[in-house]
């Protein structure tokens, strides 16, 4: 499953937030569960149960008895939560992980490979604005192959 896009949203007064159809469609048709979590730079992360799966197989590829991989286990896991899309699309964002990333009324959604990222509209621009003059620069060094 690839998603791809951006889209503003709204967090209404409790606290959910709409899915856009597109992401909606890639999901499939059930109502699925998503698993929201502590993102990167400032947002959230919405997996599915599979996505979250193969991270964890990633996660549990690492050494475990590297310092950075636990501490990452315990602050990414201990914080994740499932919610399940509602019949409008929405899911709620637990309080906790909404005020951990910011949140305000206007958010960004993206479509990130594997998962969803939910912003606070205000961080997601800061974001770009640091770092889309730098975009080639950026393309290289994430295409740069691996030593190890």
């Not at 569960?33 to 990167?40: A, D, Q, R």
């Not at 950075?68 to 699309?89: I, K, N």
């Not at 990130?112 to 621009?125: F, N, T």
Request: proline share 5%; net charge neutral.
């Amino acid at each position: 499953m690839l998603f791809t896009g951006s889209f503003q949203r709204a967090i209404d007064e409790k606290q959910r937030v709409a899915i856009p159809k597109t992401f909606r469609d890639a999901l499939g048709g059930s109502v699925p569960t998503l698993f929201v979590t502590p993102g990167t730079d400032g947002s959230l992360a919405l997996y599915t149960e599979a996505a979250l799966a193969q991270l964890a197989e990633r996660l549990a590829a690492a050494s475990p008895n590297g310092q950075d991989v636990r501490a990452f286990g315990r602050l990414f896991y201990a914080r994740a939560q499932a919610v399940e899309l509602d019949r409008q699309g929405r899911v709620r964002i637990p309080p906790e992980l909404a005020q951990l990333a910011g949140l305000t009324n206007e958010t960004v959604l993206l479509g990130v490979q594997d998962h969803l990222e939910l912003w606070d509209r205000a961080r997601w621009d800061a974001y770009v604005a640091q770092r889309q003059a730098r975009f080639d620069e950026i393309a290289e060094a994430a295409f740069e192959p691996r030593r190890g």
